[in-house]
C-alpha cells in the first residue's frame, strides 16, 4: 500500500474555526471523489501541541499502488480539491510512503 501524507499549517489570518468550517465541509467531500483512494485519515495536532508546531493538520491518502497514487494526483478530482484548497492551506509538505499496517 502507498500512503501519501501531507502536512500543512494554517496560512496567516485564517482562523481554525474558518479553516475547519472549511476543510470538514468541502475539502473532505471532495477528496473522498479521488479515484483509487482507498482510506483516507485527516489529523489534527492536539491543543496543547500547537504552541510546539507550525503544522496543524495531516492527511493520509491510501493507494494500492504508487502508479495509483499517482495516477490520482493527475485526475480532475485531485486537480479541483487542490486548485480549491491553495487558498485555506499555508505551508504544507508532502510525503509517499510504502506502508504496511501491523495490528496487534
Do not use: C
Amino acid at each position: 500500500m502507498i500512503k501519501v501524507v501531507s502536512i500543512w499549517a494554517l496560512p496567516p489570518g485564517m482562523s481554525e474555526q474558518e479553516f475547519e468550517a472549511w476543510y470538514i465541509d468541502k475539502h473532505v467531500v471532495d477528496a473522498q471523489k479521488i479515484p483509487g483512494l482507498r482510506r483516507y485519515s485527516i489529523n489534527r495536532v492536539v491543543p496543547e501541541e500547537r504552541a510546539n508546531s507550525k503544522f496543524y493538520r495531516m492527511a493520509e491518502l491510501s493507494f494500492d499502488t504508487l502508479d495509483a497514487a499517482r495516477a490520482a494526483f493527475n485526475s480532475p478530482e485531485w486537480q479541483y480539491a487542490f486548485a480549491d484548497a491553495k487558498k485555506y492551506v499555508g505551508e504544507f509538505m508532502r510525503f509517499y510512503f510504502d506502508s504496511k499496517d501491523i495490528v496487534r
